[in-house]
């Protein structure tokens, strides 16, 4: 969709009156509660004053009846006893909440000289965007927080966008903590009337600063002179799963366009299209090769794990370098991390029989075993299972035998090879409810755990001080995804988990296990060699012609009948080939990489085109009588 007509389409309609909302609150002493709880075990009372227990400071009427699962009547009942309380919920106001004012740090040569690039840019009023590639803890927020400060100077206001899983307290309050006007936080995970609030805070121009995930990007901030989009390669700016399909980095580009300011797009590991963007002098690119703190960047050492099974004489989660290295961390009260790209506990249930996977009866996707509850569940729709006692496909018993690993086994095997070892976890499983991902990230930092294992939600944004090593367990499983894209996913991650080792005065130290250890990407990821790294994939994207030297659109095709679906992306590709228009590729009809997901099957096709606005009338034009979706410049071809 186009970025402008976008903007314009939201910055309308959100002016409604905030509404007041009000909590309830545990009116009985703790011991009297729970007294009365444990004489009545399990009643709906009994859990909602449990769950009022947990939460001195309230939940909402919905939330609660949601998270207990109670209807109304016992909340009724509660309050007529007056064992519960009603109390307004107080307004959002940040200037009441305690903050520390913070005060400009001392930038060194490269962030000073960065930063005067961007004043340059602010002062003339113009549409300029600049590329911040600095390396993981090169003091990119320093230069983002006087940036602003500039912005305000000039009367103009900034919009700060962060990937979603970054947008903590921690982050919030670093930025809080150095400007006295008002700051609005924009997530979809706040209230109706806090967003409401910021809402009009921002219209009115009484808050000049606003944070938030995509969606920020089209507050009302009044006369915008600076939008920084932070980890700007982050695939969450993009909205995939509904319509419209857009990258909130690429709108926020727009809308500085249209409001003549400055943009800042900042990462350790630049997209390829914003790095190439700089080399052909469209962004101005500033390099910060050095930790701000004179940390020094962590050592990455190689294991194969093809030699480790043989050593072991047997399949292993920890190769003996890991083990060694986290035994002697933890002794001296040092803390570590362990990244892998899956959770549950086994990967999936397959039949010696007739190998076939035990699927979700909804989507095309293998069931994974989660132990803490002993179920099968489905990643893509949540469907839950018991353990089936007979192949569900042939019929045979005592066949399914449980393959692959996620992070419930790895947290297990882990315990089992170190006793004694504390460890939290971090991955969807464990991160349900709003704020457990924050609780997680609060223990870990006051280090009520030695090793912290978690999927890529580990990787993104956290400063964890005490982290000295990490060990990443099979980063190149994705390298074998036949996208275009994979190299580039696997090279960001490698480098995003690294860096969260030694960001303090304490060396770090990175294990990073591989079937694949002569693989060049392995190793310029390894060395952590970005120009190495840019320089190989924009050879190979030029020459197999992918993004950034042509646009992607990916149509999607959606349907109840399997050959029906088929036929009508069939359909949708003939009408385009018809079309004959020039200087695009058509690629062929075929299964999405998940082929049916809650019951519905999917069908795609890919066009390549050097020109979007050559291919504008053909995608108007086509059928309405099909469910389809369009998605121009996609994260993957495959997904
Ligand atoms: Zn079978
Ligand atoms: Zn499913």
Redesign the pocket.
């Known amino acids: 969709m186009d970025g402008g007509l976008l903007l314009r389409a939201h910055t309308k309609n959100f002016a409604t009156v905030p509404k007041k909302e009000f909590l309830l609150l545990l009116n009985l002493t703790k011991e009297k509660a729970t007294d009365w709880i444990i004489e009545n075990r399990n009643t709906s009372m009994a859990l909602i004053l449990e769950k009022l227990l947990e939460r001195p400071k309230g939940l909402a009427a919905t939330e609660l009846m949601q998270e207990c699962k109670t209807t109304r009547s016992p909340l009724q009942t509660l309050l007529t006893r007056k064992w519960i309380r009603k109390e307004e919920k107080p307004e959002f106001d940040l200037s009441q909440e305690e903050f520390f004012p913070s005060r400009e740090k001392k930038l060194n040569e490269e962030q000073t000289e960065c930063l005067a690039k961007i004043q340059k840019s602010l002062t003339e009023k113009q549409f300029a965007a600049h590329l911040i590639h600095g390396v993981t803890g090169s003091g990119k927020t320093e230069v983002y927080l006087q940036a602003i400060q500039m912005a305000l100077a000039e009367g103009r206001s900034a919009i700060l966008l962060v990937p979603e899983i970054a947008l903590t307290s921690q982050t919030i309050e670093r930025f809080r903590a150095r400007f006295q006007e008002r700051i609005a936080v924009w997530h979809h995970r706040r209230s109706l009337g806090e967003r409401t609030l910021a809402w009009e805070d921002l219209r009115q121009g009484k808050a000049r600063v606003v944070i938030g995930a995509r969606s920020a990007i089209f507050c009302p901030a009044q006369n915008v002179g600076l939008i920084i989009v932070d980890e700007e390669h982050d695939t969450s700016y993009k909205q995939s799963d509904e319509a419209p399909c857009y990258n909130g980095r690429d709108v926020a580009v727009m809308r500085a366009h249209l409001e003549g300011a400055t943009i800042l797009l900042g990462s350790a590991t630049p997209s390829l299209e914003s790095r190439y963007n700089a080399d052909t002098g469209k962004y101005i690119l500033s390099t910060l090769r050095t930790r701000a703190t004179s940390a020094s960047l962590p050592s990455i050492q190689i294991v194969d794990m093809k030699r480790e099974f043989e050593i072991a004489g047997m399949f292993t989660h920890f190769s003996s370098p890991l083990i060694d290295a986290l035994k002697k961390r933890c002794e001296i009260g040092e803390q570590a991390l362990i990244f892998l790209n899956r959770r549950g506990y086994h990967r999936h249930q397959m039949c010696a029989a007739c190998r076939e996977v035990v699927k979700?009866?909804?989507?095309d996707?293998g069931l994974t075993f989660h132990k803490s509850n002993n179920h099968l569940r489905?990643?893509?729709?949540?469907?839950c299972r018991e353990v089936p006692r007979s192949c569900p496909t042939c019929g045979a018993r005592e066949t399914l035998q449980f393959k692959g690993f996620g992070t419930e086994h790895v947290e297990r095997s882990l315990h089992a090879l170190l006793p004694g070892i504390r460890t939290l976890r971090m991955d969807r499983d464990t991160t349900r409810k709003k704020d457990d991902a924050e609780d997680l990230y609060r223990q870990f930092k006051a280090h009520k755990a030695d090793v912290l294992i978690g999927t890529q939600m580990i990787a993104k944004g956290f400063h964890f001080p005490a982290v000295t090593l990490v060990g990443i367990l099979a980063a190149d499983a994705a390298l074998s995804i036949p996208d275009f894209r994979a190299g580039e996913t696997v090279f960001q991650l490698i480098t995003q988990v690294a860096g969260r080792a030694g960001r303090s005065e304490l060396p770090g130290e990175v294990i990073l296990q591989t079937f694949l250890p002569e693989h060049p990407l392995i190793h310029l990821a390894a060395q952590q060699n970005y120009e190495g790294f840019y320089a190989q994939e924009i050879a190979e994207r030029k020459l197999f012609n992918y993004p950034p030297f042509c646009r992607i659109i990916k149509i999607t095709c959606f349907g109840t009948d399997e050959k029906e679906t088929e036929n009508s992306a069939r359909a949708l590709h003939a009408q385009i080939d018809s079309a004959k228009i020039p200087d695009i590729e058509l690629l062929s009809v075929v299964p999405a990489a998940h082929a049916k997901?809650?019951d519905q099957y999917r069908f795609q096709f890919v066009i390549k085109a050097q020109k979007i606005v050559a291919l504008k009338n053909i995608l108007h034009s086509l059928s309405s009588k099909i469910r389809f979706k369009i998605d121009v410049d996609p994260v993957s071809t495959f997904f």
Request: hydrophobic content about 30%.
């Open positions: 979700c009866p909804h989507c996707l489905c990643h893509l729709c949540d469907f997901v809650k």
